[in-house]
């Protein structure tokens, strides 16, 4: 009822696509969902009302504010044999409000990648790199609060803390998502199988077949 009363004499909320100012946040809603303003725009409009109403519910008791805003979903392949000569990273973004994809994207990935592993590409690797771009491209998109779901049940284990990453093939990749993962304001993880990790496995084998493409969805 606050968030529709527009009782602020100033105009604090602006849209991003056009830059249009509002009293109120729900009229800033109606603008996005009405307007031909971007996705990323409507994006963070929705998250702004979803956070105002689970504040309001904290407050009776009767949930919590602290659910994810995206699901970042992560894969890796080789080409063949593992170890091998090139591999693939893929990543999908999907945002856990309108289930709606943010982002999707993969990568080509070669030995010359990983000139202190032998110049060889693991499945660990394209893993750890897969999880690495996801993270960026979330990061990117102004994600605060991250869940993560990958089917390589030693890279979720590393990232939540249940196993030390102490191989010197991976460590590397290991470090850079652990900095980076550090700047969400909150982040899980959670293994899951293969079947429910279809699109970032595909795009993963698509990449090692040196078709890689990015796609952004915004």
């Known amino acids: 009822q606050h968030l529709n009363s527009g009782v602020h004499e100033d105009k604090r909320y602006h849209c991003e696509g056009c830059s249009r100012e509002f009293t109120s946040l729900s009229g800033l809603q109606q603008h996005n969902n009405k307007s031909s303003c971007s996705a990323f725009a409507r994006r963070l409009v929705t998250v702004a009302v979803a956070d105002a109403r689970d504040q309001m519910l904290m407050l009776t008791n009767q949930g919590s504010s602290s659910r994810p805003e995206a699901t970042l979903r992560f894969d890796g392949s080789t080409d063949g044999s593992n170890p091998s000569q090139s591999g693939g990273a893929g990543w999908v973004l999907e945002c856990c409000y309108s289930g709606e994809k943010i982002e999707e994207g993969n990568e080509h990935l070669s030995g010359d990648d990983f000139s202190w592993a032998k110049y060889q590409v693991t499945s660990n690797q394209a893993e750890y790199m897969g999880l690495f771009r996801g993270l960026t491209a979330a990061k990117n998109h102004g994600i605060r609060r991250l869940k993560v779901e990958g089917d390589s049940e030693l890279v979720i284990r590393h990232m939540k803390g249940q196993y030390q990453c102490r191989k010197s093939s991976i460590k590397p990749l290991y470090d850079r998502c652990v900095r980076l993962a550090h700047k969400f304001q909150d982040i899980t993880y959670e293994h899951i199988y293969r079947d429910k990790n279809k699109r ?12 890689a493409t990015y796609n952004h969805d915004y």
């Open 200 to 211: 970032a496995d595909y795009l993963a084998r698509q990449a090692a077949r040196q078709t």
